[in-house]
Nanobody, 125 residues
Framework: QFQLVESGGGLVQSGGSLRLSCAASGFTLDYYAIGWFRQAPGKEREGVSC????????LYADSVKARFTASKDNDKITVYLQMNSLKPGDTAVYYC??????????????????WGQGTQVTVSS
């Protein structure tokens, strides 16, 4: 059974860092891409990052490039999102999701089929 569980969210001051984890079960990371998405109140869910299944290559939204880094540990079946230099605008519920590929539509939520429950990230100014 596919399952994704996010953890690591919390409250941090502007400029601080957090590392989110996405623990997967029921499948391996060798065959599925993992996307990170976020949704702030009143806004649509937006793609933050995607990590490819085989070579672990990554894609990022322009708003987080050079600040966020996605990585994975295939043995632990866990994907991470290291978030540095956090800004109040990064405040959102963060989700991880499994999909087939980090293709040209990686930033669109409908292209990912299995979702975690989300973890809240709040950045204070």
């Amino acid at each position: 059974q596919f399952q994704l569980v996010e953890s690591g969210g919390g409250l941090v001051q502007s400029g601080g860092s957090l590392r989110l984890s996405c623990a997967a079960s029921g499948f391996t990371l060798d065959y599925y891409a993992i996307g990170w998405f976020r949704q702030a109140p009143g806004k649509e869910r937006e793609g933050v990052s995607c990590i490819s299944p085989r070579d672990g290559s990554t894609l990022y939204a322009d708003s987080v490039k050079a600040r966020f880094t996605a990585s994975k540990d295939n043995d632990k079946i866990t994907v991470y999102l290291q978030m540095n230099s956090l800004k109040p605008g990064d405040t959102a519920v963060y989700y991880c999701a499994a999909g087939l590929t980090c293709g040209s539509n990686w930033y669109k939520a409908p292209f990912f089929g299995s979702w975690g429950q989300g973890t809240q990230v709040t950045v204070s100014s």
